[in-house]
């Protein structure tokens, strides 16, 4: 039968490569999930020398975390934070929600535990 119609073709004799801008992907045509592999060049790395160490630059950041504070295990930071964080929650409970209702009281004192809260 495939000498009388030479353009019928074997779903599992074609190798299908589907080039696409994050993932390669690459199968039979039968196959109905393909390898898929990311779609990138990778080359070894030349050793690194003095310029080539100035040129590299630092790791972005993200522009908020400019403002926060560092993380410190010092036990004066935590007290302020925490004493912050107190003022804060006697100032929310004494105000509004948008929908008109009075906000519950945080009775937690740590700050690691308002972010629980925040969560509710």
Request: proline share 8%; glycine share 4%; with cysteine.
């Amino acid at each position: 039968m495939l000498d009388e119609a030479p353009w019928l073709v074997r779903l599992t004799e074609v190798v299908v490569i589907h080039p696409g801008s994050r993932n390669l992907r690459i199968g039979l045509a039968s196959d109905p999930a393909p390898r898929t592999l990311p779609h990138c060049v990778a080359r070894r790395r030349r050793r690194q020398t003095e310029t080539a160490a100035q040129k590299t630059s630092p790791p972005r950041v993200p522009a908020s975390y400019q403002y926060l504070p560092p993380v410190s295990t010092n036990n004066g930071i935590l007290a302020m934070i925490d004493e912050k964080a107190k003022q804060l929650s006697g100032l929310l409970s004494n105000c509004l929600t948008s929908l008109g209702v009075q906000r519950y009281a945080v009775e937690q004192t740590r700050a690691i535990q308002v972010g629980t809260v925040n969560l509710q």
